[in-house]
T-cell receptor, first 114, second 113 residues
Framework: KAGVTQTPRYLIKTRGQQVTLSCSPI?????VSWYQQTPGQGLQFLFE???????NKGNFPGRFSGRQFSNSRSEMNVSTLELGDSALYLC?????????????FGPGTRLLVL | SQKIEQNSEALNIQEGKTATLTCNYT??????LQWYRQDPGRGPVFLLL?????KEKRKERLKVTFDTTLKQSLFHITASQPADSATYLC????????????FGKGTTLSVSS
């Protein structure tokens, strides 16, 4: 099976712009979670989508939003970009086995805000 | 709020030795704890999961322990190799379903030959 794919891999934006990142989960996986990784804060949970509905949400401002489509592909959007939004954005799809759900991460999208 | 800490930012050991990484958490009683490996420029890769009712879990050269009284997990790599050099992350689930994880900041392990 193909792994989790994320596009684009690299992105440069300027403050005030908005950005949309895309994630295609592993075939058959219905849950997609998004994380932000920075050197200072580490990996932080943004939100999770399951069957096109946001099921869990982390502590990020409303500028961060997402959605999931019927084919389980997901997008996240960041509006009014700030310098501090520069980070590696990772998505993960989830597979349940033995009563536990394990996350499979994509390679990430590295966003640089100038 | 829940907090998870990995005591060492970096750990340097010689090839063949056992690496031991520590993960402590507060304000939470997780059903299970997970360990991931992350190489530079790549997403984390799942390694092991240990449940609250398990004291120890092994997978090849990896061993994880979980002490819910101390609120601590130890991750051991025996007979370490230079290829084991990476950042290791521990994670707790926020929703008891494994789809919303809180991660420690990681310990970067360097194994020298």
């Amino acid at each position: 099976k193909a792994g989790v794919t994320q596009t684009p891999r690299y992105l440069i934006k300027t403050r005030g712009q908005q950005v949309t990142l895309s994630c295609s989960p592993i075939s058959g996986h219905r849950s997609v979670s998004w994380y932000q990784q920075t050197p200072g804060q580490g990996l932080q949970f943004l939100f999770e989508y399951f069957s096109e509905t946001q099921r869990n949400k982390g502590n990020f401002p409303g500028r961060f939003s997402g959605r999931q489509f019927s084919n389980s592909r997901s997008e996240m959007n960041v509006s009014t970009l700030e310098l501090g939004d520069s980070a590696l954005y990772l998505c993960a799809s989830t597979w349940a086995s033995g009563g536990v759900e394990t996350q499979y991460f994509g390679p990430g999208t590295r966003l640089l805000v100038l | 709020s829940q907090k998870i800490e990995q005591n060492s930012e970096a750990l340097n050991i010689q090839e063949g030795k056992t690496a031991t990484l520590t993960c402590n958490y507060t304000n939470y009683s997780p059903a299970y704890l997970q360990w991931y490996r992350q190489d530079p420029g790549r997403g984390p890769v799942f390694l092991l999961l240990i449940r609250e009712n398990e004291k120890e879990k092994r997978k090849e050269r990896l061993k994880v322990t979980f002490d819910t009284t101390l609120k601590q997990s130890l991750f051991h790599i025996t007979a370490s190799q230079p290829a084991d050099s990476a950042t290791y992350l521990c994670a707790l689930d926020l929703n008891q379903a494994g789809t919303a994880l809180i991660f420690g900041k990681g310990t970067t392990l360097s194994v020298s030959s």
